[in-house]
T-cell receptor, first 107, second 116 residues
C-alpha cells in the first residue's frame, strides 16, 4: 500500500471555478502535512502547511482529517496560473508524497 | 529565505561513468537533506535521508553502493550516481529542512540526468 495516495486527475476546470483535491495517507503516526505545487519539469514548491485546525491562505484552504487520514486542498476562484500539479506530502520524520493531481484551468 | 540550489541542473553522461550532484542550502544550515528521484509523470520517490556528519539512511530498494551520499557540512550534501546506466536517467531533486524541529522541506531546482 502506498504511503500517500492522490487522484492523479487530470482536473480540467473553467476559470473562476472552485476545485478540491483529496489525499489519503496510510501512516497514522504522520505528524506533518503539506501541499506542494509542481510546474512541469520544475521542482515542487511549498504551497501551504496543513494544520489540524485547518488553514486558509487567500483562495487556498487546506484541511486535515486525522480520523479518516486524509488532507484536502480547496482552490476558490481558479486562475489560469493555478494550472500545475499539486502534490500532497505526509509523514513523521520523512515526508512521502502522492503522485500529484494535475489541474488545468481553462479560459 | 530557505533557498536550496542544485548543481548541475542538467547532465548527460555515458553508461558506466559516475555523476556527482550537489545540493546546497544557501541561506540556512540544514542538518537533514533528502534525495528524491522522479520519473516522468510519476511521484517523487524518496531515495535517502542525508544527515550531516553521519551515514545516510536509504529507503528500501535503493542501492547504497550505487547512490553514494555525503553530507560533509551543514550546507552541502552530494549524491554520486556510480556506474550509471540508462535506467538511472531521471530527475533527481534534493530538499532540506531549514531548522531543527522544522517539518517543511524546501526543494532544490532538480538535476535532470540522462545516461546514454
Amino acid at each position: 500500500r502506498k504511503e500517500v495516495e492522490q487522484d492523479p486527475g487530470p482536473f480540467n476546470v473553467p476559470e473562476g471555478a472552485t476545485v478540491a483535491f483529496n489525499c489519503t495517507y496510510s501512516n497514522s503516526a504522520s505528524q506533518s502535512f503539506f501541499w506542494y505545487r509542481q510546474d512541469c519539469r520544475k521542482e515542487p514548491k511549498l504551497l501551504m502547511s496543513v494544520y489540524s485546525s485547518g488553514n486558509e491562505d487567500g483562495r487556498f484552504t487546506a484541511q486535515l482529517n486525522r480520523a479518516s487520514q486524509y488532507i484536502s486542498l480547496l482552490i476558490r476562484d481558479s486562475k489560469l496560473s493555478d494550472s500545475a500539479t499539486y502534490l500532497c506530502g505526509a509523514g513523521a520524520n520523512n515526508l512521502f508524497f502522492g503522485t500529484g493531481t494535475r489541474l488545468t484551468v481553462i479560459p | 529565505g530557505a533557498v536550496v540550489s542544485q548543481h548541475p541542473s542538467r547532465v548527460i553522461c555515458k553508461s558506466g561513468t559516475s555523476v556527482k550532484i550537489e545540493c546546497r542550502s544557501l541561506d540556512f544550515q540544514a542538518t537533514t537533506m533528502f534525495w528524491y528521484r522522479q520519473f516522468p509523470k510519476k511521484s517523487l520517490m524518496l531515495m535517502a535521508t542525508s544527515n550531516e556528519g553521519s551515514k545516510a539512511t536509504y529507503e528500501q530498494g535503493v542501492e547504497k553502493d550505487k547512490f553514494l551520499i555525503n553530507h560533509a557540512s551543514l550546507t552541502l550534501s552530494t549524491l554520486t550516481v556510480t556506474s550509471a546506466h540508462p535506467e538511472d536517467s531521471s530527475f533527481y531533486i534534493c530538499s532540506a529542512l531549514p531548522a531543527a524541529g522544522a517539518y517543511e522541506q524546501y526543494f532544490g531546482p532538480g538535476t535532470r540526468l540522462t545516461v546514454t
